[in-house]
Nanobody
């Protein structure tokens, strides 16, 4: 069964850094897109960053220049390096992937990131 598992959330002070990782396993089809979304309390889930198989990276404007998404294709792992974190980055971060000819969507259970002043 296909699954995504996130690692690396936690509590950090403003200005600090965290690295998130997500490992994919059990996929029948090739994974196309991998990346991250986040959701703060009382808000909708929003895109953070994604990386496509052919090198196209997409970032939310709010994280551009501070976050970097990268992918290990051999091990089906995607990373999110988050620098200069701000309280507004607080939320649950979800790993995201699409796979197969129909680009079926998959989500991880989420990992909490809390940025304090």
């Amino acid at each position: 069964q296909a699954q995504l598992v996130e690692f690396g959330g936690g509590l950090v002070q403003a200005g600090g850094a965290l690295n998130l990782s997500c490992a994919a396993s059990g996929f029948r089809f090739r994974i196309n897109l991998m990346g991250w979304y986040r959701q703060a309390p009382g808000t909708q889930r929003e895109l953070v960053a994604t990386t496509g198989r052919y090198g196209a990276d997409n970032y939310a404007e709010s994280v551009q220049g501070r976050f970097t998404v990268s992918r290990d294709y051999g091990n089906n792992v995607v990373h999110l390096q988050m620098n200069t974190l701000q309280p507004g980055d607080t939320g649950v971060y979800f790993c995201y992937a699409t796979a197969g000819p129909d680009s079926e969507e998959y989500w991880g259970p989420g990992t909490q990131v809390t940025v304090s002043l």
